[in-house]
């Protein structure tokens, strides 16, 4: 797996990649994001956003579905570049349950207090911090 930022990608590669998940913001991504690649394919992306000068943000994380068993390796690559930028947390909002289980197992945990998290995204999910070591 090799993680490549996304503005030295293509933009008609990303578009291939992108454009089935609607969600994904391809400005964003262009901006502060990564594209995730496994031999000749791109598999996922995400974009590492600063919410403060201690927290990433771990937006739009997007795997191709035939990818999706990757995504341990995927996260823990990302918390990898979490720590070489300093970061002293990871925070993230899940949507789906399997992210959750995977996010627990990686010993990301649950935030309840919004505070924390400075939850200005008005959304269902969970929301869930690393402790970057």
Not at 20 to 39: P, R
Not at 110 to 116: F, G
């Amino acid at each position: 797996m090799e993680l490549i930022k996304a503005c030295d990608v293509a933009v008609e590669d990303l578009h291939n990649l992108v454009d089935i998940n609607q969600l994904v913001d391809i400005e964003k991504l262009l901006e502060s994001g990564y594209v995730m690649k496994q031999g000749n394919r791109f598999e996922g992306c995400f974009v590492l956003e600063e919410k403060d000068p201690h927290t990433i943000w771990l937006r739009q994380l997007f795997v191709m579905r035939e990818a999706v068993t990757s995504l341990p390796v995927l996260l823990e690559s990302i918390l990898a570049l979490a720590k070489t930028s300093r970061a002293e947390h990871v925070v993230i909002l899940s949507h789906q349950g399997t992210l959750d289980t995977v996010l627990e197992a990686l010993q990301f945990y649950p935030q309840t207090d919004t505070l924390t998290v400075d939850n200005s995204v008005e959304n269902d999910g969970k929301w869930w911090m690393y402790k970057v070591s």
